[in-house]
């Protein structure tokens, strides 16, 4: 099981034609994803042909390429000032998951996508939009929608969230490096107005049976991070683990994307890490740490579990010992035998607790 | 992008709103033609006001340019009245010296440009704001009563004393909002219409101009009931200006760092710090968390860059240049997480960049991800000053290591 995206998931490609598009396209292709059309508005009826598998047709606008070939999915490669446009496309068009890859949208755009999303949502259609300016999100050996080089990941059960790009591959790798599959991976990107927040793919990965823990990797800037560590105290009993990039950040400067900027002395990651730490998730001081903190919490978990087990393997073993003396001591003094079969009773009561 | 006030009042004007009317010079030759075109406009009494990419002027001090402990003035702003002379002479000991304020640091922001105002009678300051709430992914307009202090202040101490109103993106600002804060500052008869309309024409530029943030910290009212912005600070969203093509040539360059602004010729998105490890990272998270790594591994940032996706020969050889021209940078740490690129062709890259330019510290480089055996082997027989790093942890020792031998 994963969030979001499958085997299943069936994705159209918006800017199919254009350089990115094309490059990522076929990535994607080749990874395994369904890529079912692609969209460039006056281009509709030819094909895009990758170097590998069938041709993908491509349609002039994303409620064709629904209609036509049922698509759930979008991914959007489209510049910046065409892409608010092809968001909204997208969702009106009937997608279930929109992934804006574009870097570069002007805030006040966001803010009108935003609320024209959240609105399509209703009792029987959802729609989850994830970006823009991210890499995207993946279900390793199914689904790859975006730029992550896939290799990287490897099947498991471990989500990964995050406000950055190469640092979730950072962290990605130390995971796969130490045997440690993920379920899910999303990048929600760095901008102040993004579709999915921590909080709700925390939410999506909670309620995911195959998601044994959880990391997430935040940013300075904003309080998206303190907000999910509200909500984890209270409902996720999954471990957690958090890494927050810019302690070494100035105030006031913008560190690249354009959400991540402490202002008025908020949004610092000192704040962040305190509040995330008092609501237990296990925090990575270090960028280095990040897989060997999800090794400890998982080997946590297993202890966990395998305690109880262990516990009667040697009362057992106890048992098995005990009557081995009282076979061999048969004819030994009745008492000493009572004494035995007494101790045994502690053992098993002591396993009781 | 921040702008001056004496830019952001001339961009409010063009929506009509109410602004404190001035004339801008950046010399002292300029200042009677200044107090002439004023004067024409039927004003007799003059404000002078530093013009700085930083708040808390009036209450900032003016240092010497040739001698940073001799204060040449106190207060980067003054109400001068209608004495022409005595304002002159305020002014002339702006120009070109440093003023230091709450907000610049100690080294201060030299003032280039003056903003010659008029000066005028009020009876009450307010405080008016707009930015993004990341929380609600709204606009929202803050107003107080509290104007002309630090609004951060009022926020921590008297919170009840800030009315917010949250724009819906669909409709825009609505009367009764605008109402409910004319309202909320206890405003009524003319001023409170006044305030309805200027609020109303304040929204409207802060969406077409496309801004993230647009403060009037003061707004007054004055004795005669009118609504007027005293001070205006805007910051304009640099992604928005394709649709704005004369914003660019609003940018100061006198207030960006002179490295800061080389690195952007070369698209590298740099920042200087004042630590002595220089990093250059593809990406920004990955770069943030480049800059704790070497804080935790002993040493301190000399900078933030980021210099993209691709790390081409190109942008790694202007990489080293720009960290190389910080001179305190004691050694070097690149931090390449290759994903869809080689990791053995951007080893090759930062070789050919390093035999381009003369590398004088030792220079960490840590490639991951594809073929990143095969790099760590072409840099380990480069023969040059160049120490191979595989995952991050190995790169943090190594950048300790260089640190002790350089020291």
Known sequence: MSILVNKKTKVVVQGITGSEGTFHATQMIEYGTNVVAGVTPGKGGTSFKPEKGKAVPVYNSVKEAVQKTGADASVIFVPASFAADAIMEAADAGINVIVCITEGIPTNDMIKVYEFVKNKNTATHSVRFIGPNCPGIITPGECKIGIMPGFIHKKGKVGVISRSGTLTYEAVWQLTNLGIGQSTCIGIGGDPVIGTRFLDAIKLFNEDKNTEAIVMIGEIGGSAEEEAAYFIKKHVKKPVIGFIAGKTAPPGRRMGHAGAIISGGKGTADEKIKVMKECGVLIAESPADIGRTVEKALKKIKAGKSKKGDVKKSVLKKIKKIKKSVSAKKNDVKGKIEKKKASKKTVKKKNKK | ?407
């Not at chain 2, 900032?60 to 005595?86: A, C, L, M, R």
């Not at chain 2, 305030?195 to 101009?209: D, G, H, M, N, R």
């Not at chain 2, 080389?262 to 590298?268: C, D, F, S, T």
């Not at chain 2, 390093?354 to 490639?367: E, S, T, Y």
């Open chain 2, 1 to 407: 992008m921040k702008i001056h006030e004496y830019q952001a009042k001339n961009l409010l004007k063009n929506f009509g709103v109410p602004v404190q009317d001035g004339v801008a010079i950046t010399s002292i030759e300029e200042y009677d033609d200044a107090v002439n075109s004023l004067l024409n406009r039927g004003i007799n009494q003059y404000v002078v006001k530093s013009q700085i990419h930083a708040g808390g002027r009036g209450k900032g001090i003016v240092y010497s340019k040739d001698n940073k402990h001799e204060i040449v003035v106190e207060g980067g702003v003054k109400f001068i009245g209608k004495d022409v002379q005595k304002g002159k002479d305020y002014a002339s000991k702006l120009l070109g010296n440093i003023l230091v304020t709450h907000q610049t640091g100690d080294e201060g922001k030299e003032v280039q440009t003056l903003f010659i105002t008029e000066g005028l009678d009020y009876k009450k300051e307010l405080y008016l704001g707009i930015l993004l709430d990341r929380t609600v992914s709204k606009n929202v307009i803050m107003a107080s009563t509290e104007g002309g202090v630090e609004i951060e202040k009022v926020a921590e101490e008297t919170p009840e004393k800030i009315i917010k109103v949250w724009v819906d993106p669909a409709v825009g600002l609505l009367s009764y909002q605008a109402r409910e804060l004319g309202f909320g500052l206890g405003l009524e008869g003319t001023a409170f219409k006044e305030f309805v309309k200027f609020i109303t024409l304040l929204y409207k530029a802060y969406e077409v101009t496309d801004a993230s943030l647009l403060e009037i910290n003061p707004m007054v009212i004055t004795n005669d009931d009118k609504v007027i912005a005293l001070d205006a600070k805007v910051t304009l969203d640099d992604n928005a200006f394709y649709r704005h093509k004369e914003y660019p040539g609003l940018k100061d360059e006198n207030e960006e760092d002179k490295l800061e602004l080389e690195a952007a010729k070369y698209n590298l998105n740099y920042i200087k710090l004042d630590g002595n490890v220089g990093c250059m990272v593809n990406g920004a998270g990955l770069a943030m968390g480049t800059m704790d790594l070497i804080k935790l591994a002993g040493g301190s940032p000399a900078n933030f860059l980021d210099v993209g996706g691709t790390a081409t020969p190109e942008t790694v050889e202007n990489g080293f240049k720009i960290i190389l021209s910080d001179k305190h940078v004691k050694a070097i740490l690149i931090n390449i997480f290759g994903g869809i690129v080689r990791c053995d062709r951007v080893a090759l890259g930062v070789i050919q960049a390093a035999k381009n330019i003369d590398i004088p510290v030792p220079v960490v480089v840590r490639l991951q991800g594809t073929n990143a055996v095969e790099a760590k082997k072409i840099l380990d027989d480069s023969g040059l000053n160049l120490i191979a790093a595989t995952t991050l942890e190995d790169a943090a020792a190594k950048v300790n290591e260089s640190l002790s031998s350089v020291e």
